[in-house]
Every structure is written in structure tokens, then in C-alpha cells.
């Protein structure tokens, strides 16, 4: 992941605020996926990731922000806790991403993880003429997939997965975002990873997926 200049926060905090957009342009979209993923609602998600860029965007300026962490650990830290706040605005009770209830008398350890889930992915989406070679259509198809199962399986493993795929975030910044315990980041991580393998073998062979899930 790209990670900001500090001579860019710099230059903010002087005065030089059109570098913000670089900041925006940086995030936005990965940003975007995270909020989605908790609200489920587009104009909802929109609004507090506007709200998340604005809050940074005072962080920098009143030099509140100290580069004791990652740049982009920040940043998604204020995008969660903006998400959560508009999460409860919108939804009665509050947003749990450390439990997950179970209903079914028959329930296996791991199900939540293997349902509803078929790859479908349409190739007429990807701008052939803009992909110079076979693999570059192969990374979209990918990538594709990865975002579809993201999209299939519960909140309790799709923010944490959107967090490690997507934003591109480490175990360790996802347990100081989240607030929970490593070893559960790690498990969810590690059980999401090994269903997603499977899925992804029946498309593809084991070399070309290595940089993706880390086999």
C-alpha cells in the first residue's frame, strides 16, 4: 500500500491544504469498501467516509496527529470508528465485530464460512483493450472473486478480510483498529483464507495465487 509522504502532512499543516486531495486520491476507494462493508447502505457509507476525511483532515491541521503508528493505521482507525458511530445513528442497537450468533441446532464450527457462495465472474466488466496480457485479465478475475466472497460471508469476517485484502492492513493493525484480540484476528483470518483457497483453486492454478492469499 502506498503510504503517505510526511512532507505532504507537513505542508497541510502550513497551509498548502490542496495536497489533501492526494491523501483523498490515495484512499478513498479502499476507504470506501471498509464503510460499505459495515453500513451496507451507499449514501450512508459515502457520508462517513466524508466524515472520516474530513476528521483526518483536522487531525492534520491542528497537529493533533503523532506519527506513532502507520500513517494508513490511523487513517482506517478514524474511518472504523466513523463507520461505527453511523452505524449506530442508523441501526438500533450496536455494531459487534467480535461475535457471532448462532441459530442453527446443527451448526458445524467453519459453516458460516462455506455458504451461498459460487464464483461468477463476468468477463465482459474488464476493458480487454486496456489489458495488455492474458494475466492482467487473470488479476482482475481474481480480485473479483476475492471481493465477491468478501461480500457473501458475515460482518465479523468480512470487515476484518476487507481489512487484510483490501486496505492491505497487517494481523497486528487489525487487532489495534478492531480493539480485539490477535489470536482472533489471526483465526478469522486463517479460516476465511483456507475456504477462499479452495474456491479459488477450482478457477485457478496454486502459482498464479500466491501473491493473493499467501498459500
Known sequence: MNEVNPEILSRIRQGETNLFKEIVDIYKDRAFSLTIKILKNREESEDALQ?????????????????????STY?????YNTAVDYYRKYNSGSFNVTSIEIHEANYNDGDE?????????????YDTESMSTERNIETAEVTS???????????QYSVILNMFFINELSHE??????????????NRIFRA??????????EFNKEELIEYIKV
Open 193 to 202: 483464507k483456507e475456504k477462499l483457497k479452495e474456491i479459488l483453486f477450482r
Open 145 to 155: 472473486i476475492i471481493r465477491g466472497y468478501i461480500n457473501t460471508i458475515p460482518q
Open 75 to 79: 487513517f482506517y482507525t478514524i474511518v
Open 51 to 71: 466524515e472520516s476525511f474530513l476528521r483526518l483532515f483536522r487531525a492534520i491541521s491542528s497537529d493533533s496527529y503523532e506519527a506513532k503508528a502507520k500513517f
Open 113 to 125: 464460512l462455506t455458504r451461498d457462495f459460487e464464483p461468477n465472474v463476468d468477463r465482459s466488466l
Open 173 to 186: 493493525e487489525i487487532s489495534t483498529i478492531l480493539k480485539i484480540p490477535l489470536g482472533t484476528v489471526k
